[in-house]
């Protein structure tokens, strides 16, 4: 007896990407809403307002062009911003004095940023309610009895972007002197292990691609630095400030179809794909 045996087709449904990024294109077109705060929707308008201003600022050249993938990113990227500028000024209101509101949000240096990420950095350098936030549900942590006598501080300039290309072609800035301590463990441990000068990257952590380099490297008393040069960053506070907004996003930020983080995998138009 023989057996014949059809040729399988080696594709056999029609791969949905296409058709579901196209929707989602569509769906982020024609948003009336960018998504609701404590159930209070968030209009479109506010977000257009916010790119054509990004758009004619002093970033509008590396911003990408309208209607590409990257720009809907972008938009998402930005959507995500404003919806957490409005939490912070919903939980501000429930939890703290009006008065908390009026100073300017202390500036960020760039080893917060870092452990912030892009988007709750960006929503404290226009929000006076986030840092006010951050005031009032966090605590600062006890510090540490020095280890040692001394301590080994780096200078470092570093990119950081959601791909690998993105980040090897990104320019580097410098984070100044830090400690490789204060910077993602991941990042730090590839820096540690090779000699100085040497650019290290891509290296992957929560925070996207990033590449670095140490350009200079000195060991100093363990003792406060001079105020000019002193980094008052605490990354056990700012990593539980980030726990706190990711859980009161959780509970009361939904985000219209179309304005998805710009990280989730979900994502069919995603340039962030593993």
């Not at 058709?19 to 705060?37: C, F, K, P």
């Not at 404290?124 to 006010?132: F, P, Y």
């Not at 600062?140 to 780096?154: C, G, K, N, S, V």
């Not at 463990?185 to 820096?191: D, F, G, H, N, Q």
Request: glycine share 6%.
């Amino acid at each position: 007896m023989t057996h014949s045996h059809s040729p399988q087709d080696p594709h056999p449904h029609p791969h949905p990407h296409h058709s579901d990024a196209a929707e989602a294109a569509r769906a982020q077109r024609e948003a009336t809403v960018i998504g609701a705060v404590a159930g209070t929707p968030i209009p479109r308008e506010r977000l257009d307002a916010r790119v054509r201003e990004l758009r004619t600022g002093r970033l509008a050249g590396r911003l990408p062009a309208v209607g590409s993938k990257e720009d809907r990113q972008f938009l998402r990227w930005t959507a995500q911003v404003q919806l957490t500028e409005e939490l912070c000024r919903v939980e501000l209101a429930r939890l703290g004095p009006e008065s908390a509101t009026d100073a300017a949000p202390r500036p960020l240096t760039h080893v917060e940023s870092l452990h912030l990420g892009s988007i709750n950095a960006a929503a404290w350098a226009r929000s006076a309610a986030m840092s006010a936030l951050y005031d009032l549900v966090t605590d600062p942590t006890p510090a540490a009895a020095p280890q040692t006598a001394t301590r080994t501080w780096y200078r470092v300039t570093h990119s950081v972007a959601a791909t690998p290309l993105e980040a090897a072609t990104a320019p580097e800035t410098s984070l100044g002197w830090t400690t490789l301590d204060d910077l993602p463990a991941t990042l730090a441990a590839e820096l540690r292990a090779r000699p100085s000068g040497t650019r290290v990257g891509p290296v992957r952590t929560g925070l996207g691609w990033h590449f670095a380099t140490v350009t200079a490297t000195e060991t100093r008393p363990d003792e406060p630095m001079p105020h000019a040069e002193q980094d008052a960053s605490d990354p056990a506070r700012l990593a539980a400030f980030n726990r706190w907004l990711d859980e009161r996003r959780s509970a009361l930020v939904t985000n219209a179809p179309g304005f998805e983080h710009p990280g989730d995998p979900g994502q069919p138009d995603n340039t962030h794909r593993h």
